[in-house]
């Protein structure tokens, strides 16, 4: 069975760092493509970096892009998010996904883990 | 930046028809993925590549994709449909960023 666990989250004052993982487990890890996805309260999606198998392809969502670094170890089975100088609208429950193959800019998210909850706030 | 738009809101009677609609430019030469998101859960892919449902999701869930508007259905509603969904796209165009839309609730009267 696919898992994907993340932790890490937690409250952080504007302006400050924080770390988040995601340990997968149930699959092939260095198979396929990884992606962060948040979720403010009561909003919608929205996706923020993604990792190709072998870390050679990444992308960011422009709000992000500068501040908040994807990593991944597969010798670990884990992925990782650095994420720096953070901003109140940065709140949000940030979601491990995975992609349904190896490429990074394509394909569906077709696991998810349950969330860490991340607050900015003063 | 790519925009996706999605009506806030659908209400359904049990046992009629869905159906949502996903709206951006041309969207018909874009892969579009469908998730279902029940409260307090994780999001789940229902509809993926426009039209093919992954194992275990029933086959009341259909998509399609044409012109600038992607569409959802769900037919014969039943109560465990009602939550969120959301459309999802990667736009390679410009930036090479993957975009959800909107989200709309669907509720089940």
């Known amino acids: 069975e696919v898992q994907l666990v993340e932790s890490g989250g937690g409250l952080a004052r504007p302006g400050r760092s924080l770390r988040l993982s995601c340990a997968a487990s149930g699959f092939i890890f260095d198979d396929y493509a990884l992606h962060w996805v948040r979720q403010g309260p009561g909003k919608g999606l929205e996706w923020v970096s993604g990792?190709?198998?072998?870390?050679?392809?990444?992308v960011y969502a422009d709000s992000v892009r500068g501040r908040f670094t994807i990593s991944r170890d597969n010798a670990k089975n884990s992925l990782y998010l650095q994420m720096s100088n953070l901003k109140p609208e940065d709140t949000a429950l940030y979601y491990c996904?995975?992609?349904?193959?190896?490429?990074?800019?394509?394909?569906?998210?077709?696991?998810w883990g349950r969330g860490a909850l991340v607050t900015v706030s003063s | 930046s790519y925009v996706l738009t999605q009506p806030p809101s659908v209400s359904v009677a049990p046992g009629k028809t869905a159906t949502i609609t996903c709206g951006g430019s041309?969207?018909?030469?874009?892969?579009v993925h469908w998730y279902q998101q029940r409260p307090g859960q994780a999001p789940v892919v229902v509809i993926s590549?426009?039209?093919d449902r992954p194992s275990g999701i029933p086959e009341r869930f259909s998509g399609s994709n044409s012109g600038n508007t992607a569409t959802l259905t769900i037919s014969r509603v039943e109560a465990g449909d009602e939550a969120d969904y959301f459309c999802?796209?990667?736009?390679?165009?410009?930036?090479?960023?993957?975009?959800f839309g909107t989200g709309t609730k669907v509720t089940v009267l």
């Open positions: 999802h796209v990667w736009d390679t165009d410009s930036g090479h960023q993957s975009v």
């Open positions: 996904a995975r992609s349904d193959g190896f490429i990074v800019e394509a394909g569906f998210f077709d696991h």
């Open positions: 041309n969207i018909e030469s874009k892969s």
């Open positions: 590549n426009d039209n």
């Open positions: 990792i190709n198998w072998k870390s050679d392809k990444i």
